[in-house]
């Protein structure tokens, strides 16, 4: 007879579920809830919760195994109509399917027994057998309930409270992320990480090389996945485990035989990590973390054709035309002449969209000896670190390769100018913003038939982007007027339409020359057609930065504050001292305009700093002095300030603590006090900041002097 307690599930209770315990809810309304999933979703934990939530508000049966080890569902729904004869409470049979074969008889004896009951039997079923044709009828009759992979997933903060639960301590969100990220939902995955980061004591490194070495994670597998396998499915699996994406002609191919189409719908509807890739019709993938075990096997087994077949499936994608995954299955394949023919291919397209990033990441994952014997691919790397935000990897590049380099572009007019144009990216990034034109001083003005050099075409280096790098350094000096004319001549209907990275940095350059000379309506026009340009952008990276320069320096307010957000967070993240200098001018620009009188002088101070760190600052040192003459910027305070009002500022501008000053100016720390705080009062300034950019912008306090303050300071 069906137990009403029914088996208690391992891990059960780990994780309190809400939401889908209320999808489960809904099965007195429907009818049958069918909880589909692949071994290690959480099926058994879930269902098993739920039937203690409701153990004292209505009747739960669970279906035990008969004879044959399949749950006997008729038996089930017997007990639970005796149970509740003359009751008003419906009851609930609960089928947890231990059937690890395919197709599993647990589903088509509960889709009969479901069927020659009583209309009203409500039934709960947990299994892998993912076919959905047995319960079709079920189904169109609006009696069923399907919770699949997708729903039983768990999402992200889940994963965080799984971790802590398991572990036994906080779980930082980046940890939990980098997680949620490997496991994409696996409940099972999630506790085994969680077990090895209580084995590690919560390092989170531990997670570095995880789940590689998880042993937990392969004898799930072993045990729960591959023992009820077909042992041809076993074969296939390890066979095409360690493919990006598997396409059955190409599994076909890699097999030796055909019949991949039919074996991998098998695989989906059997429950065996396998799924669908509704972006590429007619392919499908393992479940990643499934797939690094069994292609771990294959590795184990017969190493060189592993790699044999991962080479193999790179000619296969590229001639396909699917250059992503081949370029994927050449770097798994550790093939380093393979890939970098393909990234050569590949490396213009991806650096003109605006994909610097994958780039970077496909480069830094070569054999290191096949990408720095190859000059155009660590040109290629510099620039797409370059152009992802990355400074210092190209400079580093740069330097490295040097002697090397300059040898070679001495006979190879292409490769001279890539170096040339990442010489000139690097003497901005180091604020060398007077000398940015020099190494583009010997690059022809018009390439030619040099515009489809193959080292330029790796690059992405066109006219268009040279010319950039051109106009960039035109206006670092204040050559404005040629840099509108150069960027006016090079922007196309075509480009502006369907824009490249290069067409954003087009239009924010050009938006910037006019904010810079003055001409702030034809600069706020030309920022608003340049935002138009980049919503068409679908690109990544600091292409956008100019624009928005140009946006915080000219446009409305409601425009101009996000777009000195985004200047703000491009200055942070690449920690660049010329784009934090062209921040804080920008900040300035904009508080001017605003009219934050108290904002306007701290921005000047930044601004003052950051300009003044720079090597060589160039017209930004105008803009500068330009701001300093600013009638706004030299209002004088309602009151005059007293001498020592004005020595104790100075003071406290060094960086000296009131108990410091007091010392040096012979007064009393309470006298201190009172002077700064009349000082502040007559400078409109709250606190010590505000206090010094107020005095700098009146000349009262050299802006050189400034120090950081040794202790915190009290407000005025």
């Known amino acids: 007879m069906a137990d009403a307690l029914g088996p208690r599930a391992p891990g059960s209770g780990l994780l309190v579920r809400t939401r889908l315990l209320r999808e489960l809810d809904r099965v007195v309304d429907i009818g049958v809830v069918l909880v589909q999933a692949p071994a290690g979703y959480g099926k058994t934990c879930l269902v098993a919760s739920w039937a203690d939530q409701h153990a004292n508000r209505l009747p739960v049966v669970w279906a035990l195994p008969g004879s044959d080890g399949v749950p006997d569902v008729g038996t089930a729904l017997a007990d639970l109509a005796e149970r509740s004869q003359g009751g008003r409470r419906r009851g609930v049979v609960i089928v947890d399917d231990p059937v690890r074969t395919w197709p599993s008889p ?40 399907v919770l699949g992979p997708d729903v039983l997933a768990l999402d992200g903060a889940d994963v965080r409270e799984l971790l802590r639960v398991v572990s036994g301590m906080p779980v930082p969100v980046e940890t939990a992320a980098l997680v949620a990220g490997q496991v994409e939902g696996w409940a099972l995955a999630v506790q085994l990480a969680g077990e090895e980061l209580r084995r590690r004591r919560g390092d989170p ?59 991998l719908t098998r695989l989906v509807l059997a429950g065996v990590f396998t799924e669908r890739l509704p972006e590429h019709a007619g392919s499908y993938r393992y479940h990643p973390l499934f797939a690094e075990e069994m292609a771990r096997r294959r590795r184990s087994s017969d190493p060189q054709g592993a790699l044999a077949a991962l080479g193999h499936a790179s000619d296969w994608y590229r001639d396909a035309g699917d ?32 994909e610097a990033a994958q780039m970077v990441t496909w480069l830094e994952r070569m054999p290191q000896a096949d990408l720095w014997s190859d000059p155009a691919l660590s040109l290629a790397l510099a620039r797409a670190c370059g152009l992802a935000g990355d400074s210092l990897t190209p400079r580093a590049v740069l330097r490295a390769t040097d002697r090397d380099m300059a040898a070679r572009a001495d006979r190879d007019l292409g490769l001279r100018i890539a170096r040339a144009q990442l010489e000139s990216s690097v ?117 956008p930065l100019w624009l928005h320069v140009a946006s915080a320096w000219v446009a409305d307010g409601s425009d101009a504050l996000p777009s000195l957000v985004r200047v703000e967070e491009y200055a942070t993240r690449s920690g660049l001292p010329y784009m934090r200098s062209l921040h804080a001018l920008a900040a300035v620009a904009l508080n001017l305009r605003l009219g934050n009188a108290a904002e306007v002088s701290r921005a000047f101070v930044a601004a003052e700093r950051e300009v003044n760190s720079l090597p060589e600052p160039a017209f930004l040192a105008v803009l500068l002095e330009r701001f300093r003459s600013d009638p706004r910027l030299q209002a004088e305070p309602s009151e005059a300030l007293s001498p020592q009002e004005v020595a104790m500022l100075r003071l406290l501008a060094q960086g000296a603590t009131r108990p410091r000053i007091a ?23 709250v606190d010590r900041d505000q206090a010094i950019a107020a005095a700098v912008a009146l000349g009262l306090v050299d802006p050189g002097a400034i120090a950081p303050a040794d202790s915190d300071h009290e407000q005025g």
């Not at 970098?340 to 605006?354: D, E, F, H, T, Y």
């Open 663 to 685: 010392q040096v100016t012979s007064y009393s720390v309470n006298t201190v006090k009172a002077y700064l705080r009349s000082a502040y009062r007559k400078l409109g300034a």
């Open 106 to 145: 647990t589903v088509d004896r509960a889709v009969e027994a479901i069927a020659g009951a009583a209309r009203d039997a409500c039934v709960i079923v947990a299994t892998r057998d993912c076919r959905p044709q047995p319960w079709a009828r079920l189904q169109s009759a609006g009696r069923l309930l």
């Open 323 to 354: 250059m992503d995954r081949a370029v994927e299955a050449g770097l798994r394949a550790a093939d380093g002449p393979r890939v970098a023919a393909l990234l050569r291919a590949v490396s213009g397209p991806k650096l003109r969209g605006g």
């Open 205 to 263: 490194t531990a997670l570095a090389g995880w789940p590689s070495h998880a042993q937990g994670l392969a004898r799930f597998v072993a045990d729960e996945v591959v023992a009820g396998m077909d042992p041809q499915d076993v074969r296939f699996v390890e066979l095409t485990a360690g493919l990006p994406s598997l396409h059955p002609d190409l599994c076909d191919a890699l097999a030796g035989e055909a019949g991949s189409a039919a074996r």
């Open 427 to 543: 003497r901005g990034w180091e604020g060398r913003l007077a000398t940015m034109g020099q190494p583009l001083e010997d690059v022809p003005e018009h390439l030619g038939e040099l515009a489809h050099d193959p080292v330029l075409e790796i690059c992405a280096i066109d006219e268009t982007a040279l010319t950039n790098s051109r106009v960039r350094a035109m206006i670092m000096v204040g050559d404005l007027d040629r840099a509108l004319g150069a960027t006016d001549a090079s922007l196309t209907p075509a480009e502006i339409q369907d824009p490249s990275r290069y067409t954003v940095v087009s239009v924010g350059l050009r938006a910037m020359a006019l904010a810079w000379a003055g001409r702030d309506a034809e600069a706020r026009e030309a920022v608003r057609q340049g935002m138009r340009v980049l919503r068409r952008f679908r690109g990544t990276g600091t292409d």
